[in-house]
């Protein structure tokens, strides 16, 4: 299958920082990208989807002034919390998903976001 | 009512056994099904799609009902590589708003132990 990467995999923050963590699609040119968030013991909640070149389009109750996404390119998506709270510590992954891979989706390994 | 419920578990099973999860889904036009499978504090990886005639891999039969709109997983001959989180989601609506969005359930822990 394809390759998604993050980077970075685990950052440690303090209150009121941002954190920008890039998702890359590696071998294939990702239309679409997807943004998730997962807390402890609980399931995947998408926070948004980006198509490259437009404005991601945000789930309810995810605040769009807080969770920047950018996808400038067919293969970078960036997602930055804006001035990180320790509520906002979770673990964050993006999947990808283009023409050239059937879209189907293809997740990157995780970033752990642990804001002090 | 969630999009996509899911049995809360957690199964502990001895080695050998065999497991069945179980998920229902609310919208009736979702058009794909699938079974992830969750390592911890790992992404999830694809384990199966789902298909309406049901499609077997190994020992990981996958069952799609959508007159009861539910889906299920059966694991025979558990091996203790087995032991992770898995998750069913859905794929909405070709065309929709929700097109190509991944819906998941809450996932269900399943342990086997020797």
Same mark, same amino acid.
């Given at each position: 299958?394809?390759?998604?990467?993050?980077?970075?995999?685990?950052?440690?923050?303090?209150?009121?920082?941002?954190?920008?963590?890039?998702?890359?699609?590696?071998?294939?040119?990702?239309?679409?990208?997807?943004?998730?968030?997962?807390?402890?013991?609980?399931?995947?909640?998408?926070?948004?989807?980006?198509?490259?070149?437009?404005?991601?389009?945000?789930?309810?109750?995810?605040?769009?002034?807080?969770?920047?996404?950018?996808?400038?390119?067919?293969?970078?998506?960036?997602?930055?919390?804006?001035?990180?709270?320790?509520?906002?510590?979770?673990?964050?992954?993006?999947?990808?998903?283009?023409?050239?891979?059937?879209?189907?989706?293809?997740?990157?390994?995780?970033?752990?976001?642990?804001?002090? | 009512?969630?999009?996509?419920?899911?049995?809360?578990?957690?199964?502990?099973?001895?080695? %050998?056994?065999?497991?069945?999860?179980?998920?229902?889904?609310? &919208?009736? !036009? *979702? /058009?794909?099904?699938?079974?992830?499978?969750? #390592?911890?504090?790992?992404?999830?990886?694809?384990?199966?799609?789902?298909?309406?005639? %049901?499609?077997?891999?190994?020992?990981?039969?996958?069952?799609? &009902?959508? !007159? *009861? /709109?539910?889906?299920?997983?059966?694991?025979? #001959?558990?091996?203790?590589?087995?032991?992770?989180?898995?998750?069913?989601?859905?794929? %909405?609506?070709?065309?929709?708003?929700?097109?190509?969005?991944?819906?998941?359930?809450?996932?269900?822990?399943?342990?086997?132990?020797?």
């Amino acid at each position: 299958g394809a390759v998604v990467s993050q980077h970075p995999s685990r950052v440690i923050c303090k209150s009121g920082t941002s954190v920008k963590i890039e998702c890359r699609s590696l071998d294939f040119q990702a239309t679409t990208m997807f943004w998730y968030r997962q807390f402890p013991k609980k399931s995947l909640m998408l926070m948004a989807t980006s198509n490259e070149g437009s404005k991601a389009t945000y789930e309810q109750g995810v605040e769009k002034d807080k969770f920047l996404i950018n996808h400038a390119s067919l293969t970078l998506s960036t997602l930055t919390v804006t001035s990180a709270h320790p509520e906002d510590s979770s673990f964050y992954i993006c999947s990808a998903s283009g023409w050239t891979s059937n879209n189907e989706q293809f997740f990157g390994p995780g970033t752990r976001l642990t804001v002090l | 009512r969630k999009e996509v419920e899911q049995d809360p578990g957690p199964f502990n099973v001895p080695e %050998g056994a065999t497991v069945a999860f179980n998920c229902t889904y609310s &919208n009736s !036009a *979702s /058009q794909s099904f699938f079974w992830y499978r969750q #390592d911890c504090r790992k992404e999830p990886k694809l384990l199966m799609s789902v298909y309406s005639s %049901g499609n077997e891999d190994g020992r990981f039969t996958a069952q799609l &009902n959508r !007159a *009861s /709109q539910y889906i299920s997983l059966l694991i025979r #001959d558990s091996k203790l590589s087995d032991s992770a989180t898995y998750l069913c989601a859905v794929k %909405g609506q070709t065309g929709g708003t929700s097109y190509g969005k991944l819906t998941f359930g809450q996932g269900t822990i399943l342990t086997v132990h020797p």
